[in-house]
């Protein structure tokens, strides 16, 4: 998946490296809860012989797919329209722009382009911040105060960044950053904090 230019996968890259490749519906298709996913082994001269056998041995004792999603995939690879494609990039680089506009002049975080995803980036800067020392603070605080919710990346083993996923309609996308400005203003360096949504609701 790339917004711009043309994606190429690591297995055409070279003729001698064995590379693995992972897919999965989620990201190019758009559906995370389906928990679909495959492993692709490029080695042209056969050095992951006994790699493979470990690999379908993994395989068979992790839980996977139902049947009905499973007999659905070969449907899905060989017939979704290019159309299909061009749009979901098209829709997720006009929601990365938005929030990255919207965003990117917030002093207490920093938003982080993708060149292709379904989520973005969005890093913490902690320091900039009177009460909160880390990705999960911020999160916990947000949920709390303004019902936004991005993914803590320390789970990632990233800190002090969060996930932001761009699959969702454009006003809620917009809303969703007016709230995480508002947020940051409120916790900001010397700033007295305002009440949350939940506190203020009748």
Request: net charge neutral.
């Amino acid at each position: 998946m790339a917004f711009e230019g043309e994606s190429k996968s690591f297995g055409e890259l070279t003729i001698n490296v064995p590379v693995l490749s992972c897919g999965g519906l989620a990201k190019r298709w758009l559906v995370p809860g389906w928990r679909v996913g495959w492993l692709i082994v490029h080695d042209r001269h056969n050095r992951l012989s006994e790699v493979r056998v470990g690999l379908t041995k993994l395989c068979q004792v992790i839980l996977g797919a139902n049947v009905l999603i499973q007999g659905a995939i070969p449907d899905i690879l060989a017939n979704t329209p290019k159309s299909f494609y061009v749009d979901t990039l098209k829709r997720l680089k006009n929601a990365a722009d938005i929030v990255y506009e919207e965003l990117k002049d917030v002093p207490q975080i920093k938003p982080i382009m993708p060149q292709g995803a379904m989520y973005m980036m969005i890093q913490i800067k902690v320091d900039e911040f009177e009460d909160i020392e880390n990705d999960m603070e911020f999160v916990e605080k947000l949920i709390t105060e303004q019902s936004v919710f991005p993914l803590p990346a320390n789970i990632f083993g990233i800190p002090n960044y969060v996930r932001l996923v761009l699959t969702v309609p454009e006003d809620i996308i917009r809303e969703a950053c007016k709230r995480i400005a508002e947020f940051c203003e409120d916790h900001k360096v010397n700033r007295r904090r305002k009440r949350s949504r939940m506190e203020i609701a009748p």
